[in-house]
């Protein structure tokens, strides 16, 4: 596998002077903009783009070089703040292939006369550059880079960044200097919470940071992570660190952060690594490259440093970057295309969302056609229009969005976005009283979706009750939820179109046998809202009965592994509209309570019962995958044949481990079938306990028999 580097595109042709000045102009404005807000009218490529052609103009004609031209400046001259830095902090110098990341290591080693010792290799963190300054172990301040001698005092957040704790492990005088950025968990929280004050969504995990940190009075608060890659002393005022911390590689010292309590990349899949040659540097930017779209935070690219600190010195620095590092590019995750449509879907809960048709562009390696457009009013404020140029950021498992139309690139000839006046699937007034339109009629407006959705192969798993069936049955005004399905008479089916005896009684036993569903299928069946299969199936192992979820308030839903503050509010909502549904569900004997789990309230009588020492409990779901995460993938053979995925991970999940769909770092074992791809390759990498299915089979034996 081999990472495509961000093969840049041509330099910008500037052709005369009045061309080279508005290209200045237009590149500083636009690196203002950047590091203000963290928006830019240009997208990463274009201004690089940009950039170069400034320069290639100003290699061209040295006497013509403008004062406030971006070339050779941090930050591309765009100044910011007034406390001064004690080292400079400087910017990065850019490779984007393998060929000038070769021929970089080699004007390295030329300069300093000797191979280099060792090299660093690490993710570049797609965020904004702070510098943290702990005296006598207690963090004290918050610098922005600015423009690397003086940046602006953001020590308002501290707080609000996971990973940059108020206090170190010891206490110690020194400045961390990392990227404060947003997890994309943390992206699409902030985004929620945003869209609940009435605020616009940020378009990007980074502009999200940036405008979050800047942020001093807002009503509410909304996380952020650091990660640390660089430390320095700072003039002592007590105890300080090791005297020769100034000699220390690179890496050690970003130990000792990691053991200070600062949050660094070494806990993540793409932890750095020190390797001897420029092949092996080579081999990890592509591990790199290949973990990226699985990451749970952006990354643009790699940077490469010389470890060692005689290296580094020997090397020295620019006024701009050091000559000891670089970083590699990654394919920008943001490009320009063109909105070709709007599209008005509505969910199954009869929610009415606006979703994006584009002209197809790649973006990291997969073809973006639609994006997300939130609700209505987020198109008006970003003015909109059909036939707009926007910027389309995808990354990772962020669902791709619009982040805003290239005003400058407008012709006249966009048309307005027209927004629906009915619901588009039923003809129904819509509700617009809130920011997210839903049809007056809610989950019936979908009604053959909603039942169809119960009825599948991972809810309800009802044989015989296909679409066009449900169809039937809504049609004949036999059902108008799933719970009707339990209550259908064998002389209601026969009197419907090509239903005949056996296929009846077919139904009807399916229909039967869904009573017995786990829990966890049931929950699924609802469609609450936020959640899906593998959330349904955490709900139900935690709260066992579903008296015990519905007794549950929003705090007690955030117990559950992935509820957040907003998605356990969900939860709360959907429950109480569903309640009517749930009850009727009861009452005809469908089952509600998960098989093995213990509800919350007996595990908090189980501890205190106990040894009365806090003791761990016995985990209710003890099993032969206690503790492991566990990953499938490939087609499965012998007892697990007829499994399907879904069905793995409820079993895998019953035998007291955890599923997940992509291997990293914390994966225990992968188990991998025929026809097994990538995960097998990346588990390969990673050095992850791999097995076929019939091993992992063999592994359950005993288990198996007694939960089949
Ligand atoms: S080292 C003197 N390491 O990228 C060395 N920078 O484009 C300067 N960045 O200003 C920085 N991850 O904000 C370094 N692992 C990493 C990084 C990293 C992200 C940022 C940093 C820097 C910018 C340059």
Same mark, same amino acid.
């Given at each position: 596998?081999?990472?495509?580097? !961000? ?11 009045? /061309?080279? !000045? ?6 500083t ?26 320069d290639?103009y100003?290699?061209?004609h ?7 031209? +971006?070339?050779?400046?941090?930050a591309?001259?765009?100044v ?19 060929e000038?990341?070769?021929?970089w ?12 010792e ?10 904004l ?8 172990? *207690? =963090?004290?301040?918050?610098?922005? *880079? ?14 609000t ?17 990392g ?21 616009? +969504? ?12 800047r ?11 650091f ?8 003039? !002592? ?20 952060v990691?053991?200070?309590g600062?949050h ?26 290949a ?6 935070f952006?990354? %643009?690219?790699?940077v ?6 005689? &290296? ?10 050091p ?25 199954r809960?009869?929610?009415?969302a606006?979703?994006?048709?584009? *002209? ?16 209505p ?19 990772g ?26 619901? $588009?699937q ?34 309800? &798993? ?15 005004? =036999? ?8 209550? =259908? ?40 809202r ?11 192992r935690?709260?066992?009965t ?10 007690a ?15 709360v ?11 009727r ?5 469908v089952?509600?309570?998960? $098989? ?8 908090? /009588?189980?501890?205190?019962?106990? %040894? ?19 990953v ?16 793995m991970?409820? =079993? ?10 992509s ?7 992968l188990?991998?079938?025929?026809? !097994? ?8 990498q990673l ?5 076929? +299915? ?5 592994l359950l ?6 939960n089949?």
């Amino acid at each position: 596998m081999t990472t495509s580097p !961000a093969v840049p595109a041509a330099a910008a042709a500037l052709e005369d002077a009045s /061309a080279y !000045a508005a290209a200045v102009e237009t590149a500083t404005k636009a690196a203002a903009a950047y590091y203000a807000s963290g928006e830019s009218p240009l997208d990463d490529d274009a201004y690089d783009r940009l950039v170069r052609g400034i320069d290639a103009y100003e290699q061209a004609h040295p006497d013509e070089t403008a004062p406030d031209s +971006p070339t050779g400046k941090v930050a591309g001259g765009a100044v910011v703040g007034d406390v001064p830095h004690t080292v400079p902090m400087l910017s990065l110098d850019n490779v984007f292939s393998a060929e000038q990341l070769v021929s970089w290591a080699a004007s390295v080693e030329r300069r300093i006369g000797r191979p280099v010792e060792q090299w660093s290799v690490e993710p570049k963190l797609d965020g904004l550059a702070i510098a943290a300054r702990y005296e006598d172990g *207690r =963090l004290v301040r918050l610098i922005t *880079r600015g423009d690397g001698s003086a940046g602006e005092d953001v020590s308002h957040a501290i707080g609000t960044i996971v990973g940059l704790p108020d206090r170190l492990a010891e206490p110690v005088t020194l400045e961390v200097r990392g990227e404060v950025l947003m997890t994309n968990e943390q992206f699409e929280h902030a985004n929620t919470v945003r869209s609940e004050h009435g605020g616009p +969504p940020f378009a990007n995990p980074r502009n999200g940071a940036a405008g979050t940190l800047r942020a001093k009075d807002r009503a509410y608060t909304v996380e952020m992570t650091f990660f640390g890659y660089g430390a320095l002393p700072l003039p !002592a005022s007590g105890a300080t660190l090791a005297a020769d911390m100034g000699e220390w590689p690179h890496s050690r010292l970003m130990t000792h952060v990691a053991h200070l309590g600062v949050h660094t990349a070494e806990t993540t899949a793409v932890a750095p690594r020190t390797l001897a040659t420029v092949t092996e540097v080579q081999s990890r930017i592509e591990e790199i490259g290949a973990l990226r779209p699985e990451l749970a935070f952006g990354i %643009d690219g790699i940077v490469i440093k010389a470890d060692h600190a005689a &290296d580094q010195a020997a090397a020295g620095s620019g006024s701009r970057a050091p000559r000891w590092a670089i970083a590699y590019k990654l394919p920008a995750v943001e490009k320009v295309t063109t909105l070709l449509d709007v599209e008005w879907n509505v969910g199954r809960t009869g929610a009415i969302a606006p979703r994006a048709v584009l *002209r197809p562009v790649e973006i990291d390696g997969s073809t973006v056609t639609y994006a997300t457009l939130h609700n209505p009013a987020d198109i008006t404020r970003r003015d909109l229009r059909i036939g707009d140029q926007v910027m389309v950021y995808k990354a990772g498992d962020i669902i791709p969005r619009i982040e805003a139309p290239v005003a400058h690139l407008r012709t006249g000839d966009e048309k307005p976005i027209v927004f629906p006046e009915v619901c $588009p699937q039923c003809g129904s007034d819509i509700d617009t009283s809130e920011q997210r339109w839903r049809c007056v009629r809610g989950r019936n407006c979908r009604l053959v979706a909603s039942v169809s959705y119960a009825a599948g192969r991972d809810q309800l &798993d009802i044989e015989g009750l296909g679409a066009t069936r449900v169809v039937q049955l809504v049609d004949a005004g =036999l059902v108008s939820d799933f719970a009707d399905l339990f209550t =259908l008479t064998r002389e209601q089916l026969l009197a419907l179109e090509r239903m005949g005896e056996t296929s009846t009684d077919n139904l009807l036993a399916a229909i039967d046998g869904a009573r017995n569903q786990p829990l966890s299928r049931v929950f699924c069946a609802l469609g609450v809202r936020g959640t899906g299969r593998s959330m349904s199936r955490r709900i139900a192992r935690h709260f066992a009965t579903m008296d015990h979820i519905r007794a549950a308030d929003a705090e007690a839903l955030q117990q559950v592994e992935g509820i957040g503050v907003e998605k356990a509010r969900t939860v709360v909502a959907e429950l109480c509209e569903l309640a009517p549904l749930i009850d009727r569900l009861t009452a005809a004997g469908v089952n509600m309570t998960e $098989p093995g789990a213990i509800p919350p309230a007996e595990t908090a /009588a189980a501890a205190e019962d106990g %040894d009365g020492g806090g003791a761990p409990l016995p985990a209710a779901d003890a099993g032969p995958l206690d503790g492991m995460t566990v990953v499938v993938t490939g087609a499965m053979t012998g007892a697990l044949e007829k499994l399907s995925r879904n069905q793995m991970n409820e =079993l895998i999940e019953r035998a007291g481990g955890k599923s997940s769909s992509s291997v990293s770092k914390r994966t225990s074992l992968l188990v991998a079938g025929e026809g !097994a791809g990538s995960k097998r390759e990346k588990a390969e990498q990673l050095g992850t306990r791999t097995v076929t +299915p019939d091993e992992f089979a063999g592994l359950l034996s005993g288990f198996l028999d007694q939960n089949a």
